[in-house]
């Protein structure tokens, strides 16, 4: 599977960035916020991290599948229009709460939908027309909103600029794995397993077998991103 050389930096807040001057504030960059997801939770966390940024000067344009969640923003905002409104399969959705599944098949099915929902941005007619008319050099940094979209970290490559990976959770395998982090089962609890430091004997078998079932869905997702690709 493709995958980017990229450097990811995973960050909570960010309150400046330039590539052109020690000042941060002292010469605007041209910055790209790419979110595409149907969360407004999520979405209120990204944009405002775009906003602190035009505020101080950046020229910033942000990306997104809904409605613009800060409508008096200073950023420039894109509304990509999807077939769906953007919005998750609701009858995919209805199986997974009305219907007795296990843990693994509602993943399968949620993840499957955020990568169905990726898909299709990347497809949509105005994002075509936005990366035909902005390459190499158009931006001087990427913010990447993440959410089982992986194959779509290639948009830095795209644009030849440093892209900023922001997660709105602690980390999970697929994003420790960005950047080298180590998994540390045996005392660091997983996103999965829901527990709290210390552990006892029982405890960490517990996160190490959530944290292998994090593996399994991995491997998954890399299995349909390959698809997308073929």
């Known amino acids: 599977m493709f995958k980017p050389k990229l450097n990811i930096i995973i960050i909570t807040v960010l309150t400046g960035f330039s590539c052109n001057a020690p000042n941060a504030v002292a010469a605007g960059s041209r910055i790209l916020g790419f979110f595409v997801t149907y969360s407004k939770s ?3 966390l990204h944009c405002n991290v775009a906003e602190q940024l035009a505020r101080v000067g950046h020229e910033v344009t942000v990306i997104g599948i809904i ?4 409508p008096n923003a200073t950023y420039k905002y894109i509304h990509l229009q999807l077939p769906d409104g ?6 995919a959705l209805r ?10 098949k509602s993943l399968i099915v949620t993840t499957g939908e955020y990568m169905r929902m990726a898909n299709e941005t990347m497809w949509q007619p105005t994002m075509r027309e936005f990366l035909r008319e902005n ?7 990427l913010l990447f ?9 290639g948009l ?10 922001l997660w709105v959770v602690r980390p999970v395998l697929q994003v420790n794995r960005f950047i080298g982090n180590p998994l540390e089962m045996a005392y660091v609890p997983n996103l999965s397993s829901h527990l709290q430091q210390p552990f006892n004997f029982l405890q960490r078998v517990k996160n190490y077998v959530t944290a292998w ?18």
């Not at 409605?67 to 800060?70: L, M």
């Not at 830095?156 to 990976?165: D, E, K, M, S, T």
């Open 156 to 165: 830095a490559a795209h644009f030849q600029c440093p892209i900023v990976v």
């Open 86 to 91: 953007g919005i998750l399969d609701d009858n």
């Open 135 to 141: 390459s190499a050099n158009s931006f001087d940094l």
């Open 145 to 153: 909103g993440f959410v089982m979209n992986e194959f779509q970290l």
């Open 95 to 104: 199986s997974v709460i009305n219907t007795r599944h296990s843990l693994v």
């Open 213 to 230: 079932m994090e593996f399994a869905l991995m491997a998954y997702l890399d299995y349909r991103t390959q698809q997308l690709y073929e």
């Open 42 to 44: 999520h979405m209120l």
């Open 67 to 70: 409605d613009n969640v800060y």
